[in-house]
């Protein structure tokens, strides 16, 4: 089992620029979420997917968008990019909440994205 | 969001000496608990979870204690061993939201002294 693989591992873009991060889910979990990292922190909620839909969404702005294609994978957009968004992107899979109720987080070993 | 704190944000402690990670929760609705390992480089692991029916909860090595009057969570680590040194995260579901939505402290960085 590949567990969650993350695509890229390391990027760096500059102020104003755009960015796709990518997300496989371990195999049998059909939920994706996305948490952004800063530096000395604990991981943020951004929003999280289910059957190709935002399901619910943290405290973030419209410059972040996001995709749950029917395999399951999820894309995580950024536009706009602001230097104070230089983070560890963190993707993290589980199961529907409506069949185990709240259930592990698996998470894939991020995307750091350097914005300068 | 919900405020999950930890008490100490470093913790030094010698090889083959216990360690106690605390972790405090403001949301009594909070349900389900869960505590996170992350080393340099790495996404957060998995260790433990305990849901908020239980108050004691054991794995190999660690023990997640929830004391739910006062809002706190201890992970115990037995026997701490260098390869244990990483920050650890305590992470909480909030049941009235109904999904999947998990918030983190901001984490307590363990070193093992060998």
């Known amino acids: 089992d590949a567990g969650v693989t993350q695509s890229p591992t390391h990027l760096i873009k500059t102020r104003g620029q755009q960015v796709t991060l990518r997300c496989s889910p371990k195999s049998g979990h059909d939920t994706v979420s996305w948490y952004q990292q800063a530096l000395g922190q604990g991981p943020q909620f951004i929003f999280q997917y289910y059957e190709e839909e935002e399901r619910q969404r943290g405290n973030f702005p419209d410059r972040f968008s996001g995709h749950q294609f029917p395999n399951y994978s999820s894309e995580l957009n950024v536009n706009a990019l602001l230097l104070g968004d230089s983070a560890l992107y963190l993707c993290?899979?589980?199961?529907?909440?409506?069949?185990?109720?709240?259930?592990?987080?698996?998470f894939g070993a991020g995307s750091r994205l350097t914005v300068l | 969001g919900e405020s999950v704190g930890l008490h100490l944000p470093t913790l030094s402690v010698q090889e083959g000496d216990n360690s106690i990670i605390n972790c405090a929760y403001s949301n009594s609705a909070s349900d389900y608990f869960i505590w996170y390992k992350q080393e340099s480089g790495k996404g957060p692991q998995f260790i433990i979870d305990i849901r908020s029916n239980m108050d004691k909860r054991q794995g190999q090595r660690v023990t997640v204690l929830l004391n739910k009057t006062v809002k706190h969570l201890s992970l115990q680590i037995a026997a701490t061993q260098p390869g244990d040194s990483a920050v650890y995260f305590c992470?909480?579901?909030?049941?009235?939201?109904?999904?999947?939505?998990?918030?983190f402290g901001s984490g307590t960085k363990l070193n093992v002294k060998p």
């Open positions: 993290a899979s589980s199961l529907d909440w409506r069949l185990r109720g709240a259930n592990v987080l698996t």
């Open positions: 992470a909480e579901n909030i049941a009235i939201y109904n999904f999947n939505k998990f918030y």
